[in-house]
């Protein structure tokens, strides 16, 4: 019976111990995705990538804030040196660079189809509100770490309450407009 408890108590632990690895990897693909609304307070020269085609919302200092969030996490991390790290930072810049690009023309690409489906800026659109930077993000860092099935599960399954908990965050905060 004990040796039951403990056997279940370890994969508890090795469970905990990947969702905190995948986290960490992700965090570069989640600065991406939280910096672009901090930039609406800059009045004036924030212009809107495209109007017609994506909206008010998809600015162009929001775009590079959120390739620039990136290279400053993937630069800690790299300082940091964690040993359970799913990739090296030894080329932090290049990885930091693909986890915001990547995450940027994920969200862009979903504005662009949102508009397209009739969808106003700021109206939901479950699940992608939720999943596209996630998922631009992991388009352009494929391969740098080794990925299952699972874990790619469990990396979406973990943003989406995250987002959902971060954006309501926003909203009390007065950050954001709406809380999705």
Known sequence: MASC?????????TALSRVVRLLYFMA??????????????????????????????KTVMGF????LAPLIVTFIQSGIAWEGALVAYE???ALGLRFG?????????????KRRAGIAPGDPWIPWDQVD??????????GAAALSWA?????????VAGHVLVNHLGY???IRDVRW
Request: zero cysteines; aromatic letters at 14%.
């Open 151 to 159: 874990d790619l599960a469990l990396i979406l399954l973990l943003s």
């Open 64 to 67: 590079g804030l959120g390739v």
């Open 5 to 13: 408890h403990r056997l279940g108590m370890t994969t508890l632990a």
């Open 133 to 142: 930077f996630v998922l631009g993000a992991l388009a352009l860092v494929w």
């Open 91 to 93: 080329h932090w810049a």
């Open 172 to 174: 009390w905060l007065g």
């Open 101 to 113: 690009v990547g995450a940027m023309a994920g969200d862009v690409a979903k504005s662009f189809l």
């Open 28 to 57: 570069p693909a989640y600065a991406a995705n939280m910096a672009p609304p901090f930039v609406r307070y800059w009045k004036g020269w924030n212009r809107p990538i495209s109007r017609r085609w994506l909206g008010t919302h």
